[in-house]
């Protein structure tokens, strides 16, 4: 949760064309309502949103592992992604 209660949730979603995946990150209020959400890293497969925490200036902390290209050297990536405010 961050400051304010909410429900930070991360994962990924299979898109339409040649099954990209896309690391998602959501932020849900007490009731389940979306406050905001955020997509990004299109990864060829292997796309995952591993984990999230909030510091107290409510800044997101987000961890994704993603192929950067659906190419067969395209390495497996760790990224850990700031979302402020």
Do not use: Q
């Amino acid at each position: 949760t961050d400051r304010m209660d909410h429900i930070l949730v991360s994962g990924a979603n299979t898109g339409n064309t040649g099954f990209f995946r896309i690391t998602e990150l959501a932020e849900l209020d007490r009731d389940g309502n979306d406050v905001w959400a955020d997509a990004m890293l299109p990864a060829s497969g292997y796309g995952e949103g591993l984990g999230v925490a909030a510091d107290r200036c409510g800044a997101a902390y987000w961890g994704v592992t993603a192929l950067d290209t659906p190419a067969p050297t395209s390495p497996l990536r760790a990224y850990v992604v700031k979302l402020a405010p």
